[in-house]
C-alpha cells in the first residue's frame, strides 16, 4: 500500500481556482462498468490526466490529486481497478484490496485506461498517465499499450516481470510515448539495479525518457505526512508538471 487513508498530495491547493467535480462511472470495452473521479477546469490548458492509482485503487488521495492537476488547467479522470470484481460503490476502511489486486489483468487495466482515455478525448489534444506505485507500473505499461499518450509519468513503479507478465522493462521496445520515471531510493522493492536495468531499456529503444532518484526517499514518499521528504515532493510534482508542459504545447 502506498498512502494511509488520511494521506494528501502534498500540494497546496490554488485558492480561487475555477474547478467542478464529479463521480463517474465510465464502461471498458469488455463491458466492465468502474469508478471514476473528474476534475473538470473552467480554462482548460487543453491537456488530459488519467490518474493511476496505487494498489487500493480509487480513494481521497487521487480524488485530490486530480482536483490540483485540475487547478493548473488539466483536466483529470482518477479510475478505480476493481469494478470487475468489486462493483463501482463506495467502499470503507476495511475493504480487502489486496484480493482484488490478485484479480487485476493487464488486458482489464488496459480497457479501463482506454475507456478513461477515450473519455478525456474530446476535450483534451494531449493525453498522459500519471501513476503511483501499482499504478506507476500500469502507468509506464499504457505508453506501449496503443492509447496514443503524449506521455506516461510513474512514481515508485516496479519494471520487472510479474506473475508472468513482462513489465515495463521487457516491454521498452513498444513504447510510443516520453517516459517520466520517479523513484524512491530507499525503496527496498525497487532497487538501483533495477532502475538501471529499466533507464538502458528505454534508451536501447530509442524512447525519450528521465528517469529521477530521491537518495534517501522511501516508497509513498509523496505525501503531505512525509514532510521530512517535502523538497523530493516539490522536485517531483514540478517535474511532472514540466513534463506536460513540454509534450502538450497548447498547456505552456
Not at 48 to 70: H, N, T
Request: charged share 25%.
Amino acid at each position: 500500500m502506498c498512502f494511509e487513508l488520511d494521506s494528501l498530495p502534498p500540494i497546496p491547493p490554488i485558492r480561487g481556482a475555477a474547478v467542478s467535480h464529479d463521480d463517474l462511472v465510465l464502461e471498458a470495452s469488455d463491458g466492465n462498468r468502474f469508478a471514476a473521479f473528474e476534475a473538470v477546469p473552467d480554462d482548460p490548458s487543453g491537456a488530459g490526466i488519467v490518474v493511476l492509482p496505487d494498489v487500493r485503487g480509487l480513494y481521497r488521495f487521487y480524488e485530490e490529486l486530480a482536483l490540483r492537476f485540475a487547478e493548473r488547467g488539466h483536466r483529470a479522470v482518477a479510475l478505480d481497478y476493481f469494478g470487475r470484481t468489486a462493483g463501482i460503490g463506495k467502499r470503507d476502511d476495511d475493504f480487502p484490496y489486496r484480493e482484488h489486486v490478485a484479480e487485476t489483468t493487464p488486458e482489464g487495466i488496459r480497457a479501463d485506461v482506454a475507456a478513461a482515455v477515450a473519455h478525456l478525448r474530446p476535450n483534451a489534444a494531449a493525453i498522459f498517465t500519471v501513476g503511483f506505485c501499482f499504478g506507476g507500473r500500469n502507468s509506464w505499461l499504457a505508453a506501449a499499450d496503443g492509447h496514443g499518450l503524449a506521455g506516461a509519468a510513474g512514481f515508485y513503479g516496479s519494471t520487472g516481470e510479474r506473475d508472468g507478465n513482462p513489465g515495463p522493462t521487457q516491454r521498452a521496445a513498444e513504447m510510443e510515448a516520453p517516459i517520466l520515471a520517479l523513484q524512491a531510493g530507499a525503496d527496498p522493492n525497487i532497487t538501483a539495479e533495477m532502475n538501471d536495468e529499466f533507464d538502458r531499456a528505454l534508451a536501447q529503444a530509442g524512447v525519450e525518457h528521465e528517469l529521477v532518484v530521491y537518495d534517501g526517499a522511501p516508497h509513498s514518499f509523496f505525501d503531505r505526512k512525509q514532510s521530512e521528504f517535502a523538497e523530493a515532493s516539490d522536485d517531483a510534482w514540478r517535474r511532472v508538471l514540466g513534463f506536460v508542459d513540454v509534450h502538450a504545447p497548447l498547456s505552456a
